[in-house]
């Protein structure tokens, strides 16, 4: 197969749960476990970190990603989902698996695929593993895809596990409580390999412990250890000032993503960096500085409040559940702006009444549906929608919503961009 037709050997013949959903989910490892011992067993030929969480994970994995490249490391990088390249989920020191890379493995492999049912997110994560081993990367950092105990990637044993936050999504696999959410996350904690959690959440803080416990893990609380102080913060980045236990560690520290949330990501970045330096990759305060500052060029991040246009100013985001889409809206109230113009679409399988009474109400709303099955039609959006008191008009495409909102608004207004990771990855460039 050449390249193009092995991706839709990937996209096509066997189901995908970002463009799906839940049909295509499985809760099991029993696959992944059949294909690595196919192909050997990759995951135990590098060194690696495992991240979850519900939100925070994407930034955190691509800004600890940057770090240990800025350490002279060969740093695999396997997050999900894309924005506009497949490629994208699967990178060394930034550079996307080659094209030929991917028709080689499904060439090769598919009709073990076949046999074994993998899934595409199955057959993906084989795909890194076995990439990242041929490679001889020195180290991989490892996104969860959903969850914990049952995602593809828990085939690893890393030296560091790290989990981010907990906040309600994917409750339909998850669980329908905070508790239960928590418990699926900590399933990546592994017995002996230390774990850093990034945000003390009451709810949650003593499952966590719990699990540590049991499993003979030290464990971590990033936020205990470090704050920061906010100096400035734009749509461009933010610069803060670092403690650490009180005392002044990373002075004027430079991120690159804009969003204020990210104060909440670098603390537990920091807590990751201290934890692998404990774990005998001792990370500098200077090597750890340049790296979240260089982590777009580094890695290709995007999607997180992202520039798109300054006339009028125009940002997406890929905040999509309740705490996500909390964190958005705080930023967007700190963005001065007149009127507010909210390109927005969100997936057909989740419960969205919730989420709909979150947004402000004084904004005007151009309801898209992506191109995925997923989508949810625009137009009973806009009828959902307008049970929670929003007011717009629904267009056929994400494209010609972005156009329509921009071609409204006058000099002084906002446009925003979001609701789904998949709105938002066909409104960038």
């Known amino acids: 197969m050449n390249y193009n037709q092995a991706l839709d050997y990937m996209m096509q013949k066997l189901p995908m749960y970002y463009r799906i959903g839940p049909a295509a989910y499985r809760p099991d490892l029993t696959n992944t476990i059949q294909l690595c011992d196919l192909l050997g067993n990759p995951q135990h030929a590098f060194r690696s970190v495992h991240i979850a969480g519900t939100n925070g994970k994407g930034s955190v994995s691509n800004m600890l990603a940057s770090i240990l490249q800025e350490n002279k490391m060969k740093v695999g990088l396997y997050t999900s989902p894309h924005l506009k390249d497949f490629r994208e989920r699967v990178r060394i020191n930034g550079k996307m698996i080659p094209e030929l890379k991917v028709a080689e493995f499904i060439t090769c492999y598919h009709k073990d695929l076949d046999r074994i049912g993998a899934s595409f997110f199955e057959m993906t994560v084989g795909l890194a593993f076995d990439y990242f081993r041929q490679e001889k990367v020195d180290i991989a950092v490892i996104e969860v895809g959903l969850g914990g105990r049952l995602d593809s990637t828990n085939v690893i044993t890393p030296l560091l596990s790290v989990i981010t936050n907990i906040s309600f999504d994917h409750m339909q696999f998850l669980g329908d409580t905070l508790v239960k959410i928590a418990g699926e996350k900590a399933g990546i904690i592994k017995p002996g390999v230390p774990v850093v959690i990034g945000e003390t959440q009451k709810e949650v803080e003593q499952v966590f412990l719990d699990k540590a416990q049991a ?54 970045v920091l807590g990751a960096c201290e934890a692998l330096s404990a774990a005998g990759i001792i990370l500098s ?66 419960d969205i009444s919730h989420l709909l009474q979150m947004l402000p109400k004084t904004a005007t709303y151009y309801f898209c549906k992506a191109d995925i099955p997923r989508g949810l039609d625009a137009e009973e959006l806009k009828q959902i929608a307008a049970a929670a008191g929003l007011t717009g008009n629904a267009y056929p495409s994400v494209r010609e919503a972005v156009v329509a909102a921009q071609r409204s608004a006058l000099p002084g207004d906002l446009v925003f961009i979001g609701g789904s990771t998949f709105v938002v990855a066909e409104a960038i460039p």
Not at 304 to 330: F, K, M, Y
């Open 215 to 268: 499993e003979g893990s030290p464990i971590y609380f990033s936020d205990q250890s470090f704050h920061n102080k906010l100096r400035s913060g734009t749509e461009n980045g933010l610069l803060m000032d670092v403690f650490r236990n009180e005392e002044p560690w990373i002075p004027e520290l430079e991120v690159p993503m804009g969003g204020m949330y990210q104060q909440k990501n670098v603390v537990t």
């Open 285 to 350: 305060k200077e090597v750890i500085a340049t790296g979240i500052k260089n982590t777009l060029g580094n890695t290709g991040f995007a999607g997180r409040w992202q520039v798109l246009s300054r006339s009028p100013l125009t940002i997406a985001d890929t905040g999509h559940n309740e705490g996500g889409l909390r964190e958005v809206l705080s930023q967007i109230g700190s963005v001065p702006h007149e009127r507010l113009h909210f390109v927005f679409g969100m997936v057909n399988d989740k």
